[in-house]
């Protein structure tokens, strides 16, 4: 099966068990309040199902567009525009008859089990599979480093040894990357002590706007390990391809200078802009051979390898009272990190960033990998939760907006404000859905 549609399986799955359970966050305290829920569907039902069944007075079904999903209360303003139902008289029953703080509790139910749901899942991966731990002393060579910290002191070969007087054990985080990349854009780190490589430690003042300075130069890992040259994939098409690049290839020199490292060939990439070279490449079958290759005025070639491939890493198992503790911790601290990262959004090279549907399923690795399966079902589930309590009508926190101004004020709003409210929260939905997956048209198109 193709990497696309592996993908593109992990990414329906994973959609699939975030809004189902989503959905019976509303479901649920809708049913223990003796509110009727008329429909729960998986995927929408424009115009037809591809599979309904009518269970105690709720429709349950399948959608045929993979949307998102829903759960249709009675006597509740939503998406289904119902206006009929709702010039009724109300009913005992219905969502607008029972107590603020019952609808309330109905509207919150989704993204509370979201969040939950990311934090169980952190916690069942922890202790099934542990998490990836690197300390400085299985660095061999150190770090290589990016020219936008350079400036601030960092050296290639350095060591990270401290990040705000904390002593690192651990270099990672719980994904596999490097801690200081995380902390450096989404933190408030003040000070970074480093181990350069003739033995001397130096503590480096951070700059308050470095996140910002590094997201705009579209640096977000300035730190990384050195790795050997030898390509993990080829992009169809690509130079790499057409210079008869392939996956094994291990580059040796760029136009007679030796390469030691994927950094110094990336250096090079960047000082011949829009140029050809040669390369002198050694083959998975020890076979030499040199190519013509050019680099585009971004410094791609279409090549890439795997960042880790000189590094071993060593998994720390956790008790399961640990891996509760832990996965609360790292889902804290995921959400926290979600949250500080969603400023770029508002920032011009932010804007250009949103992705849709392509970028989500881009997420999942090429192949079925169970713990990437979880940890990126996990971050989606944070997501969601997150997105979907932002006070936009049409949102969960737009319901729960309007709850808490009647809670407040003790006064509701009127049907014909809550309705109008709705379409235009529906309309902003709709133009950030079109966007976002525009951006990953033009980007497959274009880039």
Do not use: C
């Not at 107590?99 to 169980?120: D, E, H, K, S, Y």
């Amino acid at each position: 099966m193709s990497p696309f549609f592996i993908k593109a399986l992990q990414l329906i799955l994973s959609l699939s068990i975030l809004i189902v359970l989503h959905e019976m966050g509303h479901f649920i305290p809708a049913k223990l309040f003796k509110t009727r829920v008329e429909k729960f569907f998986l995927f929408f039902d424009v115009k037809f199902a591809l599979f309904k069944k009518k269970i105690g007075g709720t429709e349950y079904g399948l959608g045929w567009l993979p949307l998102g999903g829903y759960v249709k209360i009675s006597g509740m303003i939503d998406e289904s525009m119902d206006k009929e139902q709702m010039a009724k008289p109300p009913q005992p029953w219905e969502f607008r008859s029972k107590p603020a703080w019952q609808r309330l509790i109905i509207m919150i139910g989704g993204v509370t089990v979201n969040v939950i749901l990311g934090f169980l899942i952190y916690m069942m991966v922890l202790f099934v599979w542990g998490s990836p731990e690197l300390s400085n002393d299985d660095v061999k060579g150190g770090l290589s480093v990016s020219e936008n910290v350079e400036e601030y002191g960092f050296r290639d070969g350095d060591l990270i040894t401290k990040i705000d007087d904390e002593e690192l054990d651990n270099i990672l985080s719980m994904n596999g990357g490097l801690r200081i990349n995380r902390d450096l854009m989404l933190r408030d780190v003040q000070t970074v002590e480093v181990l350069h490589q003739d033995g001397s430690k130096e503590t480096i003042k951070v700059p308050e706007n470095i996140s910002s300075k590094l997201f705009k130069a579209g640096d977000m890992s300035p730190f990384a390990f050195e790795a050997d040259p030898i390509l993990n994939g080829v992009v169809e098409k690509s130079n790499a391809a057409k210079a008869g690049l392939k996956k094994g290839d291990r580059i040796l020199a760029f136009n007679g200078d030796a390469i030691d490292s994927w950094q110094d060939f990336d250096q090079l990439k960047k000082e011949n802009l829009d140029k050809e070279f040669i390369l002198t490449v050694e083959t998975e079958n020890k076979e030499r051979k040199e190519v013509v290759i050019s680099v585009d005025s971004t410094g791609m070639v279409g090549a890439s390898v795997n960042p880790y491939n000189r590094i071993k890493f060593n998994e720390r198992e956790y008790s399961l009272a640990e891996s509760l503790t832990k996965g609360v911790d790292y889902g804290y601290w995921t959400l926290h990190d979600y949250v500080a990262q969603f400023k770029f959004v508002f920032t011009k090279e932010g804007a250009t960033q949103v992705g849709g549907f392509g970028a989500i399923g881009n997420m999942f690795a090429p192949i079925w990998d169970w713990y990437n399966f979880w940890m990126k079902t996990a971050l989606l589930s944070i997501i969601l939760a997150f997105m979907n309590i932002l006070p936009i009508p049409a949102l969960d926190g737009g319901h729960v907006m309007f709850l808490l101004y009647e809670l407040i004020t003790g006064r509701k709003p009127n049907d014909k404000f809550m309705e109008y409210a709705q379409m235009i929260g529906f309309f902003i939905l709709i133009a950030l859905v079109l966007f976002a997956n525009g951006n990953d048209l033009y980007r497959y198109l274009f880039e």
